[in-house]
């Protein structure tokens, strides 16, 4: 298969990326006669119109198969992203959000290409990176980056803070040797630390100021969008504002694109522009954060609320989300959400999967039944953040 990008001088327009097939009429003695085009269009991952996007992802799946026996023989899989759509602007954060165990690390490992799609189709800055080789991805590293929820785990004991940070540097060979004390100490400055902190290791440190080195780390090399994989789960919560704060000081300066993922609505509602809602491998709905209390989907509504409610006079109409995320070995056929779902209506609910379909506002969302936007107002929350628009 090939890959054909149209690019537009006008700014109105925008680039088109088109997948051709290069189907061959051979002659007699088998030589090719004539090359001509045929666009294949099994699914909307055709044509990407919004390849002013910084990322798209398209029908992405990653099932990771299970082995059992004494020949480890594969017995089933775990569904652990199955079609995932999304895309984010440049600049933009899109907030991640959905329960434990429902793919959203594997999703972000998938778009950095720590892990390789089944199915599915990736491009990042209006290039198709699905099938990288190792190789050609190191150019990608410098413009994509990745946050990890345990900034201890993922800075290496034995190095300075000052060796860490100038690895970035050293690996995709920036600056020269003498000049990269100068670029680490800028880097501290950027994200509120003392220069001298280049000369300590990792456990001298704070959780949060742990946390501020891994985000100097990940902004090194100037990326277009950085993944930021439960940036603040592990903090204390005096602590996340801190850095969710700074996580937005950084895109005002460097104009990065976040895909901030989290399990927690209300730190996702605190900075994105955008709420992608996963559960069970899928997206379930998304939608502008500003329309977060209009959600469509049932299960966006259960996740706002179980957000604490500091005013019990503020009860919600609909109740914390009960039960447990059913097996990704299994999932329940149908609408996946169906077991759990205060909305549900059989048999349609069991029995078809509901397509993502489009409501004012700008969202979307995958359900038969989805609530009504005037009984949604009703629950607004002053528990939430003001939303970003
Ligand atoms: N390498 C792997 N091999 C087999 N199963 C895996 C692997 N990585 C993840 N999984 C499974 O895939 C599913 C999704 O896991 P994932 O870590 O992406 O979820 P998550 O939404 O990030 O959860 P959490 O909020 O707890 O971090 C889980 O059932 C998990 O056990
Ligand atoms: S499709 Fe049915 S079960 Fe699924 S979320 Fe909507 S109402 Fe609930
Ligand atoms: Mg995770």
Do not use: W
Request: aromatic letters at 4%; charged letters at 20%; one cysteine or more.
């Amino acid at each position: 298969m090939e890959t054909l990008i149209l690019r537009t001088n006008c700014n109105q327009l925008k680039d088109i990326v088109v997948f051709f097939d290069m189907p061959r009429s051979l002659s007699h003695d088998g030589n090719a006669l004539q090359t001509f085009p045929i666009p294949i269009a099994p699914d909307h991952s055709l044509v990407y119109s919004d390849s002013m996007s910084q990322l798209v992802v398209r029908n992405l799946v990653k099932h990771f198969p299970i082995h059992s026996g004494i020949f480890q023989k594969t017995t089933g899989k775990v569904h652990a992203v199955s079609g995932v759509s999304l895309t984010i602007a440049p600049g933009e954060t899109l907030g991640l959000v959905g329960e434990s165990g429902c793919g959203k690390s594997t999703l972000a490992r998938l778009i950095v290409r720590l892990l390789t799609p089944d199915a599915g189709t990736i491009m990042f800055d209006g290039r198709i990176i699905t099938h990288d080789s190792q190789r050609s991805l190191q150019s990608l590293r410098r413009d994509l980056q990745m946050i990890f929820q345990d900034p201890f785990a993922s800075l290496n004991p034995r190095m300075t803070v000052g060796a860490i940070l100038a690895e970035p540097f050293r690996i995709h060979r920036v600056g020269t040797r003498r000049d990269r004390p100068g670029r680490v100490a800028a880097l501290l400055d950027l994200v509120g630390l003392a220069a001298e902190a280049m000369h300590r290791y990792p456990h001298e440190f704070s959780g949060g100021e742990r946390q501020r080195i891994g985000i100097a780390r990940a902004i090194a090399l100037r990326p277009k969008l950085v993944i930021a994989d439960e940036p603040v789960s592990a903090l204390d919560v005096s602590v996340q504002g801190e850095i969710l704060n700074l996580l937005l000081d950084l895109q005002e300066q460097l104009g990065l694109a976040y895909l901030l993922i989290a399990h927690d609505i209300k730190v996702v509602a605190q900075i994105s522009h955008r709420i992608a809602v996963m559960y069970l491998g899928r997206i379930v709905e998304t939608l502008p954060a500003a329309e977060l209390l209009r959600a469509c989907h049932p299960y966006t509504h259960a996740l706002l609320a179980s957000v604490p409610e500091p005013n019990p006079a503020q009860a919600r109409a609909i109740s914390p989300i009960g039960g447990d995320v059913p097996s990704p070995i299994a999932p329940p056929r149908g609408c996946p959400f169906h077991p759990r779902c205060p909305r549900r209506q059989l048999p349609l609910c069991a029995e078809t999967m509901p397509a993502m379909t489009a409501h004012a506002g700008d969202r979307h969302a995958a359900c038969h039944f989805p609530v009504d936007s005037h009984t949604a107002h009703d629950e607004r929350s002053p528990s939430l953040p003001h939303a970003r628009s």
